[in-house]
């Protein structure tokens, strides 16, 4: 459990999408499972989310989704870390994805996707097994 305290999960809310509760509940569970837990809040461009990728020094970015933009949100994140040549970050992706998007995303370098159900054991042990 020590290694955890370690792992630097950053959660945002990208795009106009202003339902946050999924995302809070969320940064709450994984911070009370170990993780150190950054929550940029609502609203933020691909831009932001970049720049705190990069600022925090994270390991994980967890973009919340429930407006339906996941491919073009998750895509434009994507290559704004590529753009800043962030390399080592785990990008997760979560909210209402059909599940027909779920490769799409893997495509663009989407590690993983949770959809409503998932359990925050089951996200952290995902981020646990995919971050060394």
């Not at 495509?107 to 054991?121: D, H, L, N, R, W």
Request: glycine share 12%.
């Amino acid at each position: 459990m020590e290694q955890d305290r370690n792992i630097r999960v950053l959660m945002a809310k990208p795009g106009l999408d202003g339902h946050e509760r999924g995302a809070r509940v969320l940064a709450y569970g994984l911070r009370d499972e170990g993780f150190e837990v950054i929550y940029t809040g609502l609203r933020q461009t691909p831009d932001q989310i970049a720049a705190a990728v990069i600022q925090e020094d994270v390991d994980v970015v967890g973009l919340s989704i429930l407006s339906g933009a996941h491919l073009a949100m998750a895509g434009k994140v994507i290559e704004k870390l590529k753009g800043q040549r962030v390399k080592d970050v785990l990008v997760l992706v979560g909210g209402v994805i059909p599940e027909e998007d779920i490769p799409k995303l893997k495509e663009m370098g989407v590690a993983g996707v949770f959809t409503s159900g998932a359990s925050i054991k089951e996200i952290a042990e995902f981020i646990r097994s995919h971050v060394s």
